[in-house]
């Protein structure tokens, strides 16, 4: 089992993502975390291009012991000793120098000759040196690269002293089996490459960042370069967490692992996120809110049953508190009864488990998710409605607006089983429904009281409806609940007639019994 250094460049590659600058205070923040992660070594920043990146540099070479520092340096020495500047109060600095070696950038943008690039690698490289005993030196856009060409400029750095050589897909361009071949290539064609530290630093433009320096983990790479949250230029960079997570997953793949504190992953990547301004995706591997959440029915119950059916790895073990079982309208009636147990509500009956799961889907047909909030009201909604249900709301159809007269087209399911059909016009869509009521079942009846609350702060939510009716000397509530204010409204008013109908029937049976008493 081999150990993979994670080298983590957020605060250097990853902070060159467009509009992703960090201040100091906040690059410290993430520094420290870095550290508390466990990476192995820290790219704090170019000290060359900002006295910002170069003040941050400093203050973490002075504050952070427990890891190695890097900062990235131009191949000028002025501007190697620039960086050292910053670097020199680190425990263990590493100075990192990168050059071209495509035809692409040699022609196009340093207007430099194959040779100059190899003069300048060996300049650089030994100049550093004597600077500090830790240089890596970069090999920019090799995977566009003669792969001879780049063998050469990694052999003379490391002739002149890097004692780690980047192979880097720059603009996230090659393949895994590509790069695969290409780091095949150079672990034998550099000459002393077996006494240095290969590292692979991965782009991910084409979506292959984490793939391909996976790749160059079963060729023979020993460090990876990435960023929390894959952040970075352009589409960004390899990210640390898919990494580390595949190696811990897969150890029987890579035959390697880390030396990160998995469970110290979240937490970076929440500060980081919040940081740059910069949300995860929920659907983000590792760290994103969905990564660890079940929706479906088939996958609930196989959670329910085992975890490890539908899940590779442990939400616990990233940071993340635990596996989430989503109720939605993919749900089934076990993550259904399981949620409604761990809440405390248990049905006996059958049928009635049924009614509350048949409201749960309708409602769940129209909220992307259900919460604890959301069940309390469906259950107490169902309960209410487990009194004999003399009277059932089959459609309710309302037409109302800025202009118009609010109209309401109501059918009710009658004690004698027939379905009446009626309609009228309100004030308002409820006042229509409630007279649209009133006339079907034929009943005097007064509403004293009607109040209306939401169960949850989204618009999608669940409204609450909870009335007060009185009939003769008889007086009842009605309670009712549903994504439409207005079906709330309607079944809150049933709801309450259904109880005026109930006790009118026992008072009516005792009148009886007393009678021939």
């Known amino acids: 089992m ?64 427990d890891v190695e520092i ?32 495509s035809d692409n950038h040699l022609k196009s943008q340093l207007k430099m000759s194959r040779k100059d690039v190899l003069e300048l690698t060996k300049r650089t490289v030994t100049f550093s040196r004597q600077l500090v005993p830790h240089v890596e030196f970069s090999a920019m856009d090799a995977t566009r690269s003669d792969p001879a060409f780049v063998a050469q400029v990694l052999g003379v750095a490391v002739a002149a002293g890097a004692t780690v050589v980047n192979i880097p897909d720059t603009v996230g361009y090659t393949m895994p089996e590509e790069f695969e071949e290409l780091i095949g290539y150079c672990m034998e064609n550099v000459p002393g ?34 960023t929390i949250n894959g952040v970075g230029e352009r589409a960004g960079n390899a990210s640390l967490e898919e990494i580390v997570m595949a190696l811990r997953t897969r150890q029987d793949f890579y035959n390697a692992d880390t030396a990160i504190k998995s469970e110290e992953i979240y937490r970076a990547s929440r500060i980081t996120s919040n940081y740059m301004g910069m949300p995860v995706p929920p659907n983000k591997a ?23 059916t539908y899940e590779i790895m442990k939400a616990e073990d990233v940071g993340q508190a ?17 949620h409604l147990s ?15 799961f048949d409201t749960f889907k309708r409602v769940a047909d129209r909220k ?55 309609a009228a016009l309100g004030d308002g869509p409820v006042d ?53 204010i207005v079906v709330a409204s309607a079944h809150a008013f049933v709801n309450g007639l259904n109880r005026l109908a109930t006790e009118s029937a026992i008072v009516g049976s005792d009148e009886r019994q007393a009678a021939s008493v």
């Open 432 to 484: 229509a429904v409630y007279k649209a009521i009133t006339r079907i079942v034929d009943m005097p009846v007064t509403l004293t009281e009607f109040a209306i609350s939401a169960v949850t702060e989204d618009t999608d939510a669940i409204g609450e409806v909870t009335i007060r009716v009185v009939s003769g000397n008889r007086t009842a509530t009605g309670y009712g609940a549903d994504t439409d």
């Open 286 to 308: 590792v760290v994103g809110s969905n990564a660890f959440a079940h929706s479906s029915g088939l996958h609930q119950d196989g959670m329910l049953k085992d975890r490890s």
């Open 70 to 101: 890097a900062a990235l340096s131009g191949y000028g020495e002025n501007l190697v000793e620039k960086t050292w500047e910053a670097l020199k109060e680190a425990e263990r600095p590493l100075l990192h120098t990168v050059i071209s070696t």
């Open 193 to 226: 490459i077996s006494e240095v530290i290969v590292s692979v630093h991965c782009h991910d433009d084409l979506g292959h960042a984490a793939a391909n320096s996976l790749a160059g983990v079963r060729m023979g790479a020993t460090q990876i370069e990435c």
């Open 322 to 338: 635990q596996s989430k079982i989503v109720l939605g309208k993919f749900s089934g009636r076990h993550a259904f009864r399981n």
């Open 368 to 422: 992307k998710e259900i919460t604890d909030r959301d069940v309390e009201a469906i259950v107490q909604d169902r309960l209410h409605r487990s009194i004999e249900e003399k009277y059932r709301l089959e459609l309710l159809q309302v037409q109302c607006g800025t202009s118009g007269v609010p109209t309401a087209t109501v059918r009710l399911k009658t004690p004698d089983g027939s379905t009446v059909e009626d």
């Open 2 to 65: 081999k150990t993979i250094r994670i080298f983590d460049t957020t605060l250097r590659d990853g902070e060159q993502a467009a509009g992703g600058s960090l201040t100091i205070d906040e690059k410290m923040e993430i520094g420290r975390q870095l550290q508390r992660l466990g990476v192995t070594v820290i790219e704090a920043g170019f000290p060359s291009t900002s006295p910002g990146d170069f003040e941050a540099v400093q203050l973490m070479s002075r504050e952070l012991r």
């Open 342 to 356: 761990s809440m405390g509500i248990d049905f006996e009956d059958d049928t009635e488990f049924q009614h509350a």
